[in-house]
């Protein structure tokens, strides 16, 4: 599979240590399997953010010791979600779409430090948007309240990749930590712009625009991103 790699730098080096929020915006091109979203370690200490067979989950394994928090239902594929994780103390929950879908207290999360750099992706198959790291657990209302927005600053947001001001091979980090994704290697997905708010065209569907824009006479100009 493809992945992009993120710095084990700063911030992000003590990831999973203490409270965090992962989210972003998924789009599966299918449901089947285990397709890894992010992940973090190895071994004796790590984290990791799936979908199993379409259910958003989560797996922190500490000291050797490995927990898993599962939501109940599939996500659909060709869709997009908005998922997120969250960690507060020994809590964590997950989200889909801005609703809190499971929860558990993980007892054995006493001193996790995964190690190496956050990999996005892996074995994950669709398109992925607006990832945010935060150096804290976010709330319900805040992760729901924010996730179809563009933001420019808030407290504990680690890195913001979505795409804007992208340029080259580079995938800009938009809160200025330096947290860039480089596409060139070889395994590394491809950036696609824009990557939200798409139609997708099966090859026999079409959108009617109506016949009201004036577009009978005269010169005229069509154009898109495809």
Do not use: C
């Not at 007892?107 to 190496?116: E, F, H, R, Y």
């Amino acid at each position: 599979g493809q992945t992009a790699s993120i710095a084990n730098t700063g911030a992000m080096a003590t990831l999973g240590q203490g409270d965090f929020t992962i989210e972003s915006w998924i789009n599966p091109a299918n449901i089947a399997g285990v397709q890894t979203l992010f992940t973090k370690g190895g071994g004796s200490e790590s984290l990791s953010l799936s979908l199993v067979a379409g259910k958003l989950s989560f797996t922190v394994t500490d000291n050797g010791v490995t927990s898993t928090v599962q939501a109940p239902a599939a996500l659909s594929a060709d869709q997009w979600a908005h998922v997120a994780v969250t960690r507060h103390g020994s809590e964590v929950a997950l989200f889909v779409n801005g609703q809190e879908v499971a929860g558990d207290a993980i007892a054995s999360v006493t001193s996790l430090l995964p190690a190496g750099n956050l990999l996005v992706g892996g074995s994950f198959t669709g398109m992925m948007d607006e990832i945010r790291v935060w150096d804290r657990g976010r709330t319900a209302f805040e992760i729901a309240d924010t996730a179809r927005e563009r933001l420019d600053y808030e407290k504990g947001l680690i890195a913001q990749l979505n795409g804007h001001d992208s340029g080259g091979n580079i995938f800009d980090d938009q809160t200025g930590n330096g947290y860039d994704i480089d596409l060139s290697p070889g395994i590394a997905p491809n950036a696609s712009s824009p990557l939200n708010k798409a139609l997708h065209f099966d090859g026999s569907a079409s959108v009617n625009i109506g016949n009201n824009l004036g577009l009978s006479t005269g010169p005229l100009t069509l154009e898109a991103w495809m």
